[in-house]
């Protein structure tokens, strides 16, 4: 069965601009939950979706929003983007909820 | 909220060697626990989880875990280091579906 899909790989924007990233969860699995890497911060919790309705949020600033799916497929959104946006972003999807979780490679976005 | 502390950001040990990876949990109630294991430029693979049940946790790879309630631990083991489990170790703590990571623990392995 498909793993979890993330999209693009790679992104290089510009300061200001703003990103949106694609996550396409285990067929199956209703629970995406979305976290920011960073070697400065290590994994930051972003938010997780359940069945189009976003459940739990991390300490993030607005600029940083998602949206789930009916076919549970996921969005992330970041607005005005700061070089500090710079990270590897991950998805991560569940059947059950909550943890065990699995995750995709992730979108390196690079802020310029 | 609940929390995660991973004691030592980098660990080395020999092949052959036991490795032991060790990390404290925080939660007001009764939380998930897991290991996860990333390799450079990858996404985060599930090694192990502990819900409900036998406190003894075996995952794949080798490894295991083990919960002590009493010592809000759930320290990651393995017999016998293998050249290919040189990583980034993380352990993590879900409480109603909100998981949170420790900072990491990059094993080294030498030959």
């Known amino acids: 069965k498909a793993g979890v899909t993330q999209t693009p790989r790679y992104l290089i924007k510009t300061r200001g601009q703003q990103v949106t990233l694609s996550c396409s969860p285990i067929?199956?699995?209703?629970?995406v939950s979305w976290y920011q890497q960073t070697p400065g911060q290590g994994l930051q919790f972003l938010f997780e979706?359940?069945?189009?309705?976003?459940?739990n949020k991390g300490n993030f600033p607005g600029r940083f929003s998602g949206r789930q799916f009916s076919n549970s497929r996921s969005e992330m959104n970041v607005s005005t983007l700061e070089l500090g946006d710079s990270a590897l972003y991950l998805c991560?999807?569940?059947?059950?909820?909550?943890?065990?979780?699995?995750f995709g490679s992730g979108t390196r976005l690079t802020v310029v | 909220a609940q929390s995660v502390t991973q004691l030592g950001s980098h660990v080395s040990v020999s092949e052959g060697a036991l490795v032991l990876l060790r990390c404290n949990y925080s939660?007001?109630?009764?939380?998930?626990l897991f290991w996860y294991v990333q390799y450079p430029n990858q996404g985060l693979q599930l090694l192990l989880k502990y819900t409900t049940g036998a406190t003894l946790v075996k995952g794949i790879n080798g490894f295991e875990a083990e919960f002590k309630k009493s010592e809000t631990s759930f320290h990651l083991t393995k017999p016998s280091a293998h050249m290919s489990d040189a990583a980034e170790y993380f352990c993590?703590?879900?409480?109603?579906?909100?998981?949170?990571f420790g900072a990491g623990t990059r094993l080294t392995v030498k030959p």
């Open positions: 939660s007001s109630v009764p939380p998930y």
């Open positions: 993590a703590v879900s409480v109603n579906n909100d998981m949170r």
């Open positions: 979706y359940f069945s189009e309705t976003q459940r």
């Open positions: 067929s199956g699995h209703r629970s």
């Open positions: 991560a999807s569940s059947s059950e909820g909550n943890g065990g979780y699995t």
